[in-house]
């Protein structure tokens, strides 16, 4: 009888594993740089890429609007949920900090709590307006829009440079996660 409890119970940890490893991968296989949906060559997000940085010095418009997936978390934020900067120095400043930031790192990683928090931003000459780029506050701080998937989570100057854009006091990643 022991024998035969101690079977199940290994088989019951062998399925586990298993679909702890199949949706591991599926989870992996959603966050590759290569999986943003079926954009149409005028809006890749290399064309993106290139775009912001051919018209940088032409940029004089952000629009950064707020998105909250998960609104049962009840997170709070000090600003609105959409927010157009129309200072041409800081509209660049944040386009230079996209494109300064690093590519997302491959391979296993700890990634905490994903609570659904994006803003997109939307950059904007006096003539048109680019291809939407999407940050990620919570879970991995991923950027996509610009290429390959940028990573924020080291780079927390970003966060600092988008907020005083907004005009905000001392933003921090906190500010955007809805932390504070």
């Known amino acids: 009888m022991r024998a035969l409890g101690h079977r199940h ?33 005028a809006s890749s997000p290399a064309a993106t890429q290139a775009a912001l940085a051919r018209q940088l010095g032409h940029l004089d418009r952000l629009v950064v609007r707020r998105s909250d997936a998960i609104p049962q978390n009840h997170t709070h934020f000090g600003f609105p949920a959409e927010v157009t900067v129309n200072d041409p120095a800081q509209v660049r400043a944040v386009a230079k900090a996209l494109l300064a930031l690093p590519a997302m790192p491959s391979g296993p990683m700890y990634i905490p709590a994903d609570l659904g928090i994006t803003y997109r931003l939307v950059f904007a000459t006096a003539h048109q307006s680019l291809p939407a780029i999407v940050v990620a506050a919570t879970g991995a701080q991923a950027v996509r829009g610009l290429g390959g998937t940028r990573w924020v989570a080291r780079s927390p100057g970003f966060w600092v440079t988008l907020g005083s854009a907004m005009g905000l006091a001392r933003p921090t990643n906190a500010t955007f996660r809805g932390m504070t």
């Open 9 to 41: 119970l290994r088989r019951g940890l062998r399925a586990a594993a298993l679909l702890t490893a199949a949706l591991t991968l599926t989870a992996c296989a959603a966050a590759k740089p290569g999986n943003q949906g079926n954009a149409t060559p």
